[in-house]
């Protein structure tokens, strides 16, 4: 079932004016296309730090419905917008979301961990990445993407929100697959 979601965010009672958000969701495919709590939660951090973002040059990582990336982009960001490669359906419901919010966002195809022409020439200030911490199996290819990314970008910060699904998987992976001390440090929030 498709349907389409609507998200706002209202100022805090200056000159700022509230935003809305149109998202297209279809609820029985693939994960990237309905809108999970924690892409609620990192949109909603944009738009409470919408003075960072204006201006800056945003990469959004298995974006979805790509509530996050589009709040920024309303907020005056360049915004480019990423999920799995493999998922035709996810990238074409991203475009279509952009035209109906009308934004002029870039989309493109991004796997975590395969090192082909775009991820070279990403050159972002900000990495987004909303619930991209599901599925231990892929965090090798994620933080290696985010650690060359920010590797490209030296003065980036990736910003994440997660939802731990399990204590146990995550604090088995913490414990065997610790980032050493000064390799992503201050720039993982």
Avoid at 87 to 105: H, S
């Amino acid at each position: 079932m498709t349907t389409i979601s609507q998200h706002d965010f209202y100022g805090d009672g200056d000159s700022e004016t509230s935003i809305s958000v149109s998202v297209i969701e279809n609820m029985k495919e693939e994960y990237g296309l309905f809108v999970w709590p924690c892409s609620v939660i990192l949109a909603e951090y944009v738009w409470q730090q919408r003075s960072r973002f204006r201006g800056a040059t945003i990469l959004e990582l298995g974006a979805g419905t790509s509530l996050p990336g589009l709040v920024a982009a309303k907020v005056g960001a360049n915004v480019t917008l990423t999920d799995d490669s493999r998922k035709a359906e996810v990238l074409e419901n991203m475009r279509r979301v952009c035209e109906l919010n009308k934004l002029n966002c870039n989309v493109m195809g991004l796997t975590w961990g395969v090192w082909d022409a775009p991820i070279v020439d990403l050159r972002p200030n900000i990495i987004l990445g909303a619930d991209v911490l599901y599925d231990s199996n892929a965090f090798d290819d994620l933080f290696a993407t985010v650690s060359f990314l920010l590797q490209s970008s030296p003065d980036a910060v990736f910003i994440t929100t997660y939802h731990n699904r399990s204590s146990k998987s995550s604090l088995q992976w913490t414990s065997s697959n610790r980032v050493p001390d000064g390799e992503m440090g201050s720039k993982v929030r």
